[in-house]
């Protein structure tokens, strides 16, 4: 996506980032914490550097 937070989930987690990416889809569509939880990481991904 635009922050890269699916490309760097990605390398902790052992999975692919398209993965990743169709999980935020999915989780923003059906239950709405998709965005959330990507801002969410965001933050954890600036502060962790």
Known sequence: MILGVSDWLGEK???KASV???AFVVSALCFGVGVGLYLILWVIKLVSK
Do not use: K
């Open 13 to 15: 987690l052992g999975i």
């Open 20 to 22: 990743i990416r169709i």
